[in-house]
């Protein structure tokens, strides 16, 4: 750049001077911004400067108004260092105005060879690649040639000497970074012949991770997490993830969120080395998880990783991955999973197509999960009392169903015991008097029949019972509407012809009051026709054994008194007329008599 116009010539105090007031520009820019959408605003480098082969360097610098914990105030100065080929040049600082930047009074001078820092070793670096690359390509290893490219590079990070600061200066140290650009007039590395750089600090990236941390513990101390985040238990923090040509820093720590335990002032320490526990440890979980910084699973873009692992095995260099919903099976001091389960999760950051951040963000399992495991806690707890309850409803069941079963056994022997007293023994006693009839055993006296008699009503409505009294004469169903009896068949009956007839009659005249009864009732009125014949009958069992058996009887004279029942009125048919209507006895009974009342 500077040889790129007619005239220019470093040599000259006034040129470098010119330079100087140009970069103060820049810089006044950044530090007075205001307009949020212009990209001057988007970040303040502490200082902006050109450094050239021949140990020259000019340019501007700002110093915050709060620098190391003083409280100095804001204050631009101009930069300016003569060449001296080869050897030191001595850095003079001036302070500038801070309306115009015009130089002021001397303020300090130290010692300095520009092309032995960072930023100018970078493009150096870049530029013997370069020349490597172009050697090969060429098929010529010992062509010092180099054509490649220029490229704009962030410098290796390194320990930052503040340019305001003397020789033997008490502040500084801090980490930062360089923007370099090369210096060529051809256009390509092959005449480099000095370096453009603006300086930043890395501590806002602390500071920006410590908003990060306290704003997470902010959300975990509220519903439904209620979980407490300290320094000691929890840590965010930014590692050199991807600098291909800087790779011994790898790894490095640039940020944490707890800066001051977690970083070494004035020392460069890599994330695995750090004072801080939790981000040692978890450093080392994430090389032994994954292998290597720059694994292919953590560089990828938009590829975010997160994994639980054991602080204790990770603080002795052993990888052990544990779940905060499984509970350890392992020893007593394995299971307190909520201090030594841990989660850490990463997400890359490109700088640039050479540089990648990684940003780690580790914390107890249970800040996330301990919700969770309550619930599932409180669930399975509540399942298991439902559980039991069911048992416990289930025993009752069975112990009810038992005893009612008991129960219902014991009333079922009851109501057995009281069918076979009420209700078998009578059945006995009914089917002793069915076989007694079917073997034509017609005695007079029975426990039924005296019962009768004494006006003692059965459990059980025994018609065979009521037959007893008629066993001087035994009744037959015959036909379907009707029935018929059979008079004087055992033992002699005197004048069982008129007494039969005085019965028919009696049973008319009681017709009479049943009907007025019936009416009363809205019932029908009744009717009945009764034939009567006096003769001789065949009487007995009649059927076979293995059919149909019944008692009955048989002959002329039962078709006739059947027969007789059609007619209406009174009808009388006797063979002996000393027999009147009204009943009145002769001297000698009849022997034959047909007489049917309608």
Same mark, same amino acid.
Not at 419 to 437: D, F, N, Y
Not at 517 to 531: D, M, N, S, T, Y
């Given at each position: 750049?500077?040889?790129?116009?007619?005239?220019?010539?470093?040599?000259?105090?006034?040129?470098?001077?010119?330079?100087?007031?140009?970069?103060?520009?820049?810089?006044?820019?950044?530090?007075?911004?205001?307009?949020?959408?212009?990209?001057?605003?988007?970040?303040?480098?502490?200082? %902006?400067?050109?450094?050239?082969? @021949?140990?020259?360097?000019?340019?501007?610098?700002?110093?915050?108004?709060?620098?190391?914990?003083?409280? #100095?105030?804001?204050?631009?100065?101009?930069?300016?260092?003569?060449?001296?080929?080869?050897?030191?040049?001595?850095?003079?600082?001036?302070?500038?105005?801070?309306?115009?930047?015009?130089?002021?009074?001397?303020?300090?001078?130290?010692?300095?060879?520009?092309? +032995?820092?960072?930023?100018?070793?970078?493009?150096?670096?870049?530029?013997?690649?370069?020349?490597?690359?172009?050697?090969?390509?060429?098929?010529?290893?010992?062509?010092?040639?180099?054509?490649?490219?220029?490229?704009?590079?962030?410098?290796? !990070?390194?320990?930052?000497?503040?340019?305001?600061?003397?020789?033997?200066?008490?502040?500084?140290?801090?980490?930062?970074?360089?923007?370099?650009?090369?210096?060529?007039?051809?256009?390509?590395?092959?005449?480099?012949?000095?370096?453009?750089?603006?300086?930043? /600090?890395?501590?806002?990236?602390?500071?920006?991770?410590?908003?990060?941390?306290?704003?997470?513990?902010?959300?975990?101390?509220?519903?439904?997490?209620?979980?407490?985040?300290?320094?000691?238990?929890?840590?965010?923090?930014?590692?050199?993830?991807?600098?291909?040509?800087?790779?011994?820093?790898?790894?490095?720590?640039?940020?944490?969120?707890?800066?001051?335990?977690?970083?070494?002032?004035?020392?460069?320490?890599?994330?695995?080395?750090?004072?801080?526990?939790?981000?040692?440890?978890?450093?080392?979980?994430?090389?032994?998880?994954?292998?290597?910084?720059?694994?292919?699973?953590?560089?990828?873009?938009?590829?975010?990783?997160?994994?639980?692992?054991?602080?204790?095995?990770?603080?002795?260099?052993?990888?052990?991955?544990?779940?905060?919903?499984?509970?350890?099976?392992?020893?007593?001091?394995?299971?307190?999973?909520?201090?030594?389960?841990? +989660?850490?999760?990463?997400?890359?950051?490109? %700088?640039?197509?050479?540089?990648?951040?990684?940003?780690?963000?580790?914390?107890?399992?249970?800040?996330?999960?301990?919700?969770?495991?309550?619930?599932?806690?409180?669930?399975?707890?509540?399942?298991?009392?439902? +559980?039991?309850?069911?048992?416990?409803?289930?025993?009752? /069941?069975? &112990?009810?169903?038992?005893?009612?079963?008991?129960?219902?056994?014991?009333?079922?022997?009851?109501?057995?015991?009281? /069918?076979? &007293?009420?209700?078998?023994?009578? %059945?006995?006693?009914?089917?002793? %008097?069915?076989?007694?009839?079917? +073997?034509?055993?017609? #005695?007079?006296?029975?426990?039924?029949?005296?019962?009768?008699?004494?006006?003692?009503?059965?459990?059980?409505?025994?018609?065979?019972?009521?037959?007893?009294?008629?066993?001087?004469?035994?009744?037959?169903?015959?036909?379907?509407?009707?029935?018929?009896?059979?008079?004087?068949?055992? @033992?002699?009956?005197?004048?069982?012809?008129?007494?039969?007839?005085?019965?028919?009659?009696?049973?008319?005249?009681?017709?009479?009051?049943?009907?007025?009864?019936?009416?009363?009732?809205?019932?029908?009125?009744?009717?009945?026709?009764?034939?009567?014949?006096?003769?001789?009958?065949?009487?007995?069992?009649?059927?076979?054994?293995?059919?149909?058996?019944?008692?009955?009887?048989?002959?002329?004279?039962?078709?006739?008194?059947?027969?007789?029942?059609?007619?209406?009125?009174? !009808?009388?048919?006797?063979?002996?007329?000393?027999?009147?209507?009204?009943?009145?006895?002769?001297?000698?009974?009849?022997?034959?008599?047909?007489?049917? /009342?309608?």
């Amino acid at each position: 750049m500077s040889r790129s116009r007619d005239g220019w010539d470093f040599t000259s105090a006034l040129q470098r001077r010119g330079l100087a007031h140009r970069a103060w520009e820049e810089l006044n820019n950044q530090w007075t911004c205001t307009q949020l959408n212009n990209n001057l605003c988007s970040g303040r480098a502490l200082s %902006l400067y050109a450094a050239l082969d @021949e140990e020259e360097l000019m340019g501007a610098a700002f110093r915050p108004s709060y620098w190391e914990g003083t409280l #100095a105030k804001e204050a631009p100065f101009l930069l300016d260092a003569p060449a001296r080929r080869g050897n030191s040049t001595v850095l003079s600082v001036y302070e500038a105005n801070a309306q115009h930047g015009a130089r002021g009074k001397f303020f300090v001078s130290r010692p300095i060879r520009p092309t +032995q820092m960072p930023f100018y070793l970078t493009q150096m670096k870049l530029a013997h690649k370069s020349m490597l690359a172009s050697a090969t390509s060429l098929g010529r290893p010992d062509d010092r040639r180099c054509n490649g490219k220029l490229k704009k590079m962030w410098s290796p !990070v390194y320990l930052f000497h503040p340019w305001w600061e003397g020789e033997n200066a008490k502040t500084g140290g801090q980490l930062a970074l360089s923007w370099t650009t090369p210096l060529a007039i051809c256009g390509n590395y092959s005449c480099v012949d000095g370096v453009v750089a603006a300086d930043t /600090t890395l501590n806002l990236v602390s500071y920006e991770l410590a908003l990060a941390w306290f704003g997470l513990r902010s959300n975990l101390r509220g519903a439904p997490w209620n979980f407490e985040l300290s320094s000691q238990n929890s840590s965010i923090f930014i590692v050199k993830q991807l600098a291909p040509m800087f790779p011994d820093q790898e790894g490095l720590l640039i940020g944490a969120s707890d800066f001051s335990s977690a970083l070494v002032e004035g020392q460069l320490v890599h994330a695995s080395e750090s004072p801080s526990k939790i981000v040692s440890a978890t450093a080392k979980a994430v090389l032994h998880r994954f292998g290597a910084w720059n694994a292919t699973e953590l560089t990828r873009r938009g590829k975010d990783q997160s994994f639980h692992f054991s602080l204790r095995d990770a603080q002795e260099g052993r990888w052990t991955e544990c779940h905060p919903l499984v509970d350890t099976k392992g020893k007593p001091e394995d299971r307190d999973w909520e201090v030594n389960c841990f +989660q850490a999760t990463t997400h890359t950051i490109f %700088l640039d197509d050479s540089l990648q951040w990684l940003v780690v963000a580790s914390l107890p399992a249970a800040a996330f999960s301990k919700f969770y495991v309550d619930e599932a806690i409180a669930v399975e707890m509540q399942v298991k009392t439902e +559980q039991m309850e069911a048992h416990q409803k289930q025993r009752d /069941t069975l &112990i009810e169903c038992g005893f009612l079963g008991i129960l219902a056994a014991a009333m079922v022997l009851v109501m057995g015991l009281v /069918t076979s &007293i009420l209700v078998l023994r009578p %059945l006995s006693r009914l089917s002793l %008097l069915m076989r007694r009839l079917t +073997q034509l055993d017609f #005695a007079h006296d029975s426990v039924e029949y005296r019962k009768m008699q004494d006006g003692q009503a059965g459990r059980i409505l025994e018609i065979n019972e009521l037959w007893r009294p008629w066993l001087r004469g035994i009744t037959v169903l015959k036909r379907s509407h009707g029935f018929c009896r059979l008079s004087h068949s055992i @033992e002699d009956v005197e004048d069982h012809a008129a007494k039969a007839c005085a019965a028919a009659l009696s049973q008319q005249q009681a017709l009479g009051p049943l009907n007025e009864e019936f009416q009363k009732l809205g019932l029908p009125p009744l009717a009945i026709r009764i034939g009567i014949h006096t003769g001789e009958v065949l009487t007995g069992n009649i059927g076979c054994l293995s059919g149909k058996m019944k008692f009955g009887c048989m002959g002329d004279p039962v078709n006739l008194a059947a027969t007789s029942a059609g007619h209406k009125g009174l !009808v009388c048919l006797n063979h002996w007329r000393g027999l009147s209507f009204e009943g009145t006895q002769t001297s000698k009974p009849p022997h034959s008599l047909s007489c049917v /009342t309608v």
